[in-house]
T-cell receptor, first 115, second 116 residues
Framework: ETGVTQSPTHLIKTRGQQVTLRCSSQ?????VSWYQQALGQGPQFIFQYYREEENGRGNFPPRFSGLQFPNYSSELNVNALELDDSALYLC??????????????FGPGTRLTVL | AQSVTQLDSQVPVFEEAPVELRCNYSSSVSVYLFWYVQYPNQGLQLLLKYLSGSTLVKGINGFEAEFNKSQTSFHLRKPSVHISDTAEYFC??????????????FGRGTQLTVWP
């Protein structure tokens, strides 16, 4: 149990639609990252939010956007869905302890299918 | 940019045999290294991580990995595997960025299949 939850677990959409995926992190985890894992591939970094501001972005188009909220929850929004957006979307939250060490935890993911 | 190479896409092995899953990375700066396991239709579970200190890292389920800076490698080992170890394994690298952990760069994964 990582303390990171994602909803929904599965989702089916059609091309052109919009989707919002949600992630709830542990209290105090001020950094959240989103990853896309296509079938048979390793996860690819979409973007990261730190204290509610975007803190880095991978090679994804602007139709992928996100938000981070003060209650340690976050959203991934994808507009104009394409077939290639079908993937497992993973949320990861992290925190730096007073020792200086980082801890990061992944959620179970949301499986998005675009038809 | 960093990159991670997992040299074997599939590793079949018999139960109770030893196994090594290989991982090499490219980076010009100090990095943090991770191994994750993913069971079918599930998310990622952290097996172990190297942040600093001893280069031999012990993780869960009897796995260990050794950080070799000169060879830029972080190979995962287990002396005796079980059928329940059958899963996809991902090596990942990251840089610390001050108060945040930077993005993770993942390899393509190694499917470990343990046969009875």
């Amino acid at each position: 149990e990582t303390g990171v939850t994602q909803s929904p677990t599965h989702l089916i959409k059609t091309r052109g639609q919009q989707v919002t995926l949600r992630c709830s992190s542990q209290s105090g985890h001020n950094t959240v990252s989103w990853y896309q894992q296509a079938l048979g591939q390793g996860p690819q970094f979409i973007f990261q939010y730190y204290r509610e501001e975007e803190n880095g972005r991978g090679n994804f188009p602007p139709r992928f956007s996100g938000l981070q909220f003060p209650n340690y929850s976050s959203e991934l929004n994808v507009n104009a869905l394409e077939l290639d957006d079908s993937a497992l979307y993973l949320c990861a939250s992290s925190i730096q302890r007073t020792s200086g060490r980082y801890e990061q935890f992944f959620g179970p993911g949301t499986r998005l299918t675009v038809l | 940019a960093q990159s991670v190479t997992q040299l074997d896409s599939q590793v079949p092995v018999f139960e109770e045999a030893p196994v090594e899953l290989r991982c090499n990375y490219s980076s010009s700066v100090s990095v943090y290294l991770f191994w994750y396991v993913q069971y079918p239709n599930q998310g990622l579970q952290l097996l172990l991580k190297y942040l600093s200190g001893s280069t031999l890292v012990k993780g869960i389920n009897g796995f260990e990995a050794e950080f070799n800076k000169s060879q830029t490698s972080f190979h995962l080992r287990k002396p005796s595997v079980h059928i329940s170890d059958t899963a996809e394994y991902f090596c990942a690298v990251s840089e610390g960025r001050g108060s945040t952990l930077g993005r993770l760069y993942f390899g393509r994964g190694t499917q470990l299949t343990v046969w009875p």
